[in-house]
Nanobody, 126 residues
C-alpha cells in the first residue's frame, strides 16, 4: 500500500522560504515519477513540480524559485520554496505516479499521478 506523508508546511512572510518533505512507503521513488501539486481555496489542484530520474519539470509560476529533489536512500521527496509570494498560498500535496490512470488522478509533466498524501498547508502573508 502506497503511503505519502508530507511535512514542513507553515506560515511565512512574502520573500521567505520553506522546505516541504514527503516520506514514501510502499513505493520506490527511484522507479517512478514523483511530484508536488497545490490547491488554493476554490481552485483546481495543479501541478507545481515533478522529478523522474534526474529530469525535472516546473510550472511557469514557480520556475527559478522552487526546486524539487529526492533522496532515494531515504525514499523522501523534497520541495525547496524560495522567494515565496502570497499567491503561493495553498495546500501542497505530494504525489506519486500511477502505473495506469486512476480516478482522481492528475497529469503533469507527462506523468499521471494517482497516489496522494494528506497535504500540508503553506500560507504566505504579504
Amino acid at each position: 500500500q502506497v503511503q505519502l506523508v508530507e511535512s514542513g508546511g507553515g506560515s511565512v512572510q512574502a520573500g521567505g522560504s520553506l522546505r516541504l518533505s514527503c516520506a514514501a512507503s510502499g513505493y520506490t521513488l527511484s522507479r517512478y515519477c514523483m511530484g508536488w501539486f497545490r490547491q488554493a481555496p476554490g481552485k483546481e489542484r495543479v501541478g507545481v513540480a515533478s522529478i523522474h530520474g534526474f529530469g525535472t519539470n516546473y510550472a511557469d509560476s514557480v520556475k527559478g524559485r522552487f526546486t524539487i529533489s529526492k533522496d532515494t536512500a531515504k525514499n523522501t521527496l523534497y520541495l525547496q520554496m524560495n522567494s515565496l509570494k502570497s499567491e503561493d498560498t495553498a495546500m501542497y500535496y505530494c504525489a506519486a505516479e500511477a502505473p495506469s490512470p486512476m480516478a482522481g488522478g492528475r497529469w503533469f509533466g507527462g506523468a499521471h499521478f494517482g497516489y496522494w498524501g494528506q497535504g500540508t498547508q503553506v500560507t504566505v502573508s504579504s
